[in-house]
C-alpha cells in the first residue's frame, strides 16, 4: 500500500493558493515558488484583504478574466521601487574603486548589465558614471521581468521627487527639463537599451564586464537565490564584478568563483 500523501507539506499554505501559484504562472509566467514562501503568501493575503478578495480561487477566476486586474498584481509582486544612485556612498566605490579594475581588463566594448533595472533608474546611474569618465561606447543592458517598469525605463521621464538622488550638477548635465518632468539625455539613452528579462526563468547574457543586481534576491527563496548568483558570475567576464545590493552580501562567494574585491562588490576569477 502506498503512504498516505501529507497534503500540508506538499502544500503548506493549503491547495487553493496551490493552485492560485499555478493560475499566476500560467498567466504571467511569474513562478511564486521561486520567492520566499512565507513573506509572498503574506503579502498576497494583504493585498487581497485590501481589494475584498475573499479568497484564492476567486482571485485566480478574477486574474483569468480581467486583464488590469492581472497587470495591478505583476506591479504589486513585483516591488518596483527603485532610485537613482541608491546608497549612494557604494556607487562612489564603484566610481572611483571598481570601475577602474574594469576598464583597465577590458577588451572591446565594455558592456554592462542591470538585472532588475525597474523603471531604469540603476542603468541610466551606470551611464552617467561612464559617461563622467568621458565613456560613452558602453553598452548597458537593463532587464526587468515586469513590462510597465520597462516601459517607463524605456521613455527615461522622471519627477522632481524621483530624480532626487541625482546629484544637482549631473541633474543639469545629464536631464532635461520637460512639462515639470526630467527627461535623460540623448546621449545617455543611447548607451542603454531595456529588455524583458526573468531572472529565474530566462536565458542569460554573457561577457558581462559588470553586472549590477541589487534589491532584487532579497524576495527570492535561498534556492533560487543560489541559482541566479551562480548564474549571474557565470555570465560576467573573468576579471568582471558583480554590485549586489546593500543588504546582499554574498558569504560563499568562492563557491561561484567570486572574490569580494569592496563590500558588495564581487570579482569573477
Ligand atoms: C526593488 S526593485 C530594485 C530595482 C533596482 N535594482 C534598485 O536596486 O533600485 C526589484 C526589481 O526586480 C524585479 N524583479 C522581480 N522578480 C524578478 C525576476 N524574477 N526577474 C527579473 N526581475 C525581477 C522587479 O520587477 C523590480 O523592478
Known amino acids: ?118 523603471a531604469g533608474q540603476e542603468a541610466y546611474s551606470a551611464a552617467i558614471v561612464f559617461a563622467e569618465r568621458s565613456l560613452y561606447d558602453v553598452f548597458i543592458l537593463g532587464t526587468d521581468i515586469d513590462e510597465m517598469s520597462l516601459s517607463k525605463a524605456r521613455a527615461g521621464k522622471y519627477s522632481t521627487a524621483e530624480v532626487k538622488g541625482v546629484p544637482s550638477h549631473l541633474l543639469e548635465k545629464y536631464f532635461s527639463e520637460e512639462d515639470g518632468f526630467y527627461k535623460v539625455k540623448d546621449p545617455i539613452r543611447r548607451m542603454v537599451s531595456f529588455r524583458r528579462h526573468d531572472l529565474l526563468s530566462s536565458e542569460y547574457p554573457g561577457g558581462m564586464d559588470l553586472i549590477i543586481c541589487r534589491n532584487v534576491l532579497i524576495y527570492f527563496s535561498e534556492q533560487s537565490k543560489r541559482e541566479v548568483i551562480a548564474r549571474l558570475a557565470d555570465s560576467l567576464r573573468p576579471g568582471g564584478v558583480l554590485f549586489m545590493g546593500a543588504t546582499e552580501a554574498i558569504f560563499n562567494a568562492n563557491d561561484y568563483e567570486l572574490t569580494q574585491v569592496f563590500p558588495f562588490f564581487y570579482r569573477k576569477w
Open 1 to 118: 500500500m502506498s503512504e498516505p500523501v501529507n497534503t500540508s507539506e506538499l502544500y503548506p499554505f493549503g491547495t487553493d493558493y496551490a493552485y492560485f501559484c499555478t493560475k499566476v504562472a500560467e498567466l504571467t509566467g511569474i513562478n511564486l515558488h521561486n520567492y520566499k514562501g512565507k513573506q509572498m503568501y503574506r503579502r498576497l493575503v494583504n493585498y487581497m484583504n485590501r481589494r475584498n478578495i475573499p479568497d484564492f480561487a476567486t482571485f485566480a477566476l478574477r486574474l483569468q478574466r480581467d486583464p488590469e486586474e492581472l497587470e495591478r498584481l505583476v506591479e504589486y509582486l513585483t516591488i518596483n521601487v527603485s532610485e537613482f544612485f541608491r546608497n549612494k556612498e557604494h556607487w562612489d566605490v564603484l566610481d572611483e574603486k571598481v570601475l577602474p579594475l574594469i576598464i583597465d581588463s577590458a577588451k572591446g566594448r565594455m558592456r554592462v548589465w542591470s538585472a532588475g533595472s525597474a
